[in-house]
Structure formats: C-alpha cells, structure tokens
C-alpha cells in the first residue's frame, strides 16, 4: 500500500479531475423529473460593464436566484462561440455563462445558448456598447433577465469551470430551450473574436445528468 | 491580455486552488444562523466493511441525509488522528469523515471530532473488528448513527478533499460539539497507524464559513 508523506505535504499532488466540463448532453425522456421550481429567479439580472478578457466578452451584473433551494448570485456573464456542451448532439451557435456564487464561495453556473435566427435586444445593447470602444461601467444598465430559463429542460450536473484553473466542484444548469441571435449579431461579435473559445468535450466518467423539467408556461 | 490557445488545450493548467481544507474554525456568535433542518438524517447510518488505505481506516457504509436540503448517501467513513479542522483554536484527538455523494456525484463531508474521555462504543467495535485482521465485510453491521451530529454548531464552508487529488468544490459540514473515545482506544488506534495524518491548516483565503445552529434538543 502506497503511503502518504504527512512531512513532505507540499509535494502532495494536486489532481486533474475527472469531472470536467463542457460534456456532451442527451435528452432522456422517461428520467425527466418535474420541478417548476429548480430555478427561481428573484428580481432583475443586469449587467453594467463590460471587459474584454482576451478570449471573449466579459460583463459584471446583479442578479439573485435561488437554484436548487439555495441563494446565489450573479457574478459576471460571459460567451462562447460556439457552444461548449453539446445537446443532443447539437452543438449551437453560442453559449452564455451566467456564473453565480454563494455566500460559502460555491460556483454555478447556468449556461443558456443561442442558434441563428432573429436578433436578440440585449445582445445588441452588449454588442453596441462594446463597439463603442469604452470598457468602463455602463451608461444605463442593461437587464437581461429575459434570457433566463423559466420553461423547459434543465440539465444539471457537476463538471468543472471550462477555462485554466478549470476547477472542479461547479454546479451547472444547462437549458435546453435556446433563444436567437442573428447572422449579423454573431458575425459583429467574431469581428472581435475570431477565434473560436469553446472547450472540447469531456468525458462523463462517473457522474450522472439530471434532468428537471421547469414546465411549459412562464 | 494574454490569450488561451484553444489549439493546444491539452497543456492548459489545471489550477491548485485556494479552497483548500483544512482550515481553521471560530464561532462568531452574532453570525449564527438557527437552522433546526440543516442536517436531517434519513434513517441508520451503519458501516460493514473495513479496509486500511495505508494511512488510516477506511469503512464502506450506507446512510441517507439531507444535507442543506438536498438528498447525499454515505460513500465511506475514515478516521484522521490528531484531527485536521481546529476548532476555536484546538486540535482535537480525532476526526471523524462521513464521506457522502449525491445523484450527480458532488461530495459532501460531515465532520465529527473526538475528544479523551469516555470510550466510545461504536468505535470500540470497529477497533476490535481492524483486531481480527480480517479486512473484510463484518459479520455484523455496526451502527453510527448516533455519532451524526443532531444538535449544537454546524460550520459549513467550501472546501477541498485533504489527501491527493485535494480536488475542491467539496462541501463540508463540521460539527462543534465532540463525542469521546478513550485514551486506551485512541492508543490501540495508534499501535496500527503510529504516524499522524492530519494535513497543515490551509489558508481561508476569499471564503465564507457559514455556522449552522441545530437546537439543543434530540
């Protein structure tokens, strides 16, 4: 049996997991749960700057939720183009992070993607404020609290933050349902990032998906 | 800024983090929350194998909770002598870890120290069944159930695992109030594993500890 070192602790490694994130996500219908309220939104999601990390776009905001019954907040929205997860073997146009925390300093983070179709009224007010040029606050807020999930799938899982130090323990929330960009949306966006900066799959190993069904009306 | 390349993902770092457990604990009474529902135990917890990993004693168990409201199982309990989490600044004799998972595979940690006094009777079987050498499954099943804490401070916090892979994400729930063994147990303890196997205190960097106060009755 190979023993610890408890004098030589700063060696001890630290291990690459095996619960990464993004992974790919399937639709089984008969382990659908229903569960109106998984998520509960909790007044207004805004965000009121933006910053461009190097890799996308980057907006610190407010918002308030209670996930799976437990109080957490919105720390900053990000993108991906494309998609990271992949659902039903889909693999969509964007996907946006809405990434939470809690009062001990859990992470979650609820991810919503978006296929082409007509343009989408937040995205225009990012996207124009960036083009502005100025990476400061916000002259008014921007709400978009319309783009959270209120219908449909939830897929919930536990994975990991897909950029270094890709830390493991993070609750994710993945919608099925998505909304729409436009063509032109998109394209202005990758006149930015050219680059895609969507992490590879992932393998599942030892985790199951849970499916939560938030029902049809909003 | 600099950029991550999305072409050479296998090189990306996987990050040691800086929510590390152990840690160390203080009450801030003006900071208790009454939470009578925090831990509610669903049913025995009883252990019916033992197993030695080489640094401490290993049991497989079953056992169902809900922790903050949500639905874990035991995985395995374990033993660290002395303990690992100080306590208003005092190391105790032992820590007990009831290692749980839930349906997608996050781990949660209940903590219980043990201070010298009385013996412990449930610690008293699993020693004289480590004594037969036999590492295999008990004829009988022994029972821990009432060494769950059910009453007095819970200090719940995010935290790591404290041996490699050190992974985070981990939830933990330590209790205040300790139960006892006796010198004469913790030293039959010691003639099979002499050397410690608590690791160094880590720093609490950007977290919160949460205190959870179950009442004071049964």
């Known amino acids: 049996m190979n023993k610890l070192d408890y004098q030589a602790q700063s060696q001890w490694a630290y291990g690459a997991g095996k619960q990464q994130s993004p992974i790919a996500l399937e639709t089984v219908p008969q382990n659908i749960l229903e569960a109106a309220d998984f998520l509960e939104w909790q007044g207004p999601y805004y965000v009121q700057d ?3 990390n190097g890799n996308n776009l980057l907006l610190h905001g407010q918002g308030h ?3 799976d019954q437990r109080l957490f907040h919105l720390v900053q929205l990000h993108f991906h183009a494309p998609a990271e ?3 039903n073997g889909e693999l969509r146009a964007m996907e ?3 990434v939470h ?3 001990i300093g859990k992470t979650a983070v609820v991810a919503v993607s978006a296929v082409i179709g007509r343009p989408n009224p937040q995205f ?3 996207l124009a404020q960036y083009e502005t040029g100025k990476l400061t606050t916000f002259a008014e ?4 609290t319309s783009l959270l999930p209120t219908t449909g799938l939830i897929y919930h899982y536990v994975g990991s933050l897909t950029t270094p130090p890709l830390i493991e323990g993070v609750e994710w929330y993945v919608a099925e349902k998505p909304f729409t960009i436009s063509q032109e949306q998109l394209e202005r966006y990758q006149q930015f990032f050219p680059k895609t900066n969507n992490r590879t799959l992932q393998p599942l190993n030892d985790r199951q998906v849970m499916q939560y069904d938030l029902g049809s009306n909003d």
């Open 96 to 98: 946006w992070h809405f």
């Open 101 to 103: 925390t809690d009062a």
């Open 65 to 67: 939720a209670r996930l």
């Open 141 to 144: 807020t921007i709400l978009v």
């Open 50 to 52: 933006v910053c461009d």
């Open 124 to 126: 225009e007010q990012i």
């Open 85 to 87: 997860h992949t659902i």
